[in-house]
């Protein structure tokens, strides 16, 4: 058993002794007498990356759907009956969403989670497009921007990818061990705001 990982940062690593390993060595070590879990939300590329592999893969909402008792509900993923079982409230939800784009995509999200079936859902949006869409908000020189559950900071980077920098104040908050990235601190633990990304930098 062990993890792949896109990050070359982390191969050769270990997690609660199972150690990382890249997708290609994973290949060579496992070839066809493993199954790939992948783990991850937006996974069509990774779905491509695999098939490319040529290995045998299913999504965690797959094994979670075979194992429920032990790994469900997990987040969004669930056993598709309690869908079907507040069916009304799914049919009202519908309206919440004022634009095609969103009504399609609430509707492709129900599809696959009563269906498993990656083919119902649309194209991801790149991650640089994902959190910061200019037709949604504007961002004013008054503002304090909070990233809650900070992962590397993606967000806070992408806001000086995007030359947004007309604000009062940025923060990083993970509800972790402090995360390193560049040098900075991103995140700190759920007592403390860390500040120390520099945007100007």
């Known amino acids: 058993m062990g993890f792949a990982d ?9 997690i609660e002794g199972v150690k990382i390993y890249s997708p290609k060595e994973s290949k060579e070590l496992f070839g066809n007498k493993a199954i790939f879990v992948i783990t ?4 069509t590329p990774v779905h491509h990356q695999l098939n490319t592999l040529g290995v045998i893969f299913i999504s965690f909402a797959e094994l979670g759907w075979k194992y429920p008792q032990a790994l469900l509900p997990h987040y969004a993923t669930d ?9 009304d409230n799914v049919r009202k939800a519908l309206n919440i969403w004022q634009d ?8 492709a999200q ?12 649309p194209a ?17 020189p008054s503002d ?12 806070i980077r992408e806001l000086k990818n995007h030359n947004i920098k007309s604000y009062k104040k940025k923060a990083a908050y993970k509800t972790c061990k402090p995360l390193k990235s560049e040098g900075s601190i991103i995140g700190n633990t759920i007592t403390k705001l860390s500040t120390h990304y520099d945007l100007e930098g």
């Open 6 to 14: 896109n990050s070359s940062k982390l191969w050769g690593q270990e």
């Open 110 to 121: 129900i599809a696959w989670r009563v269906s498993l079936d990656p083919k119902v859902l």
């Open 144 to 155: 304090v921007l909070v990233d809650c559950g900070s992962f590397d900071g993606d967000t």
């Open 124 to 140: 991801s949006l790149p991650p640089q497009e994902m959190y910061l869409q200019k037709d949604l908000f504007s961002i004013l």
């Open 79 to 87: 056993l598709p009956h309690t869908i079907f079982s507040q069916a």
């Open 40 to 43: 991850v939300y937006t996974s």
């Open 100 to 107: 095609d784009a969103s009504q399609r995509e609430y509707l």
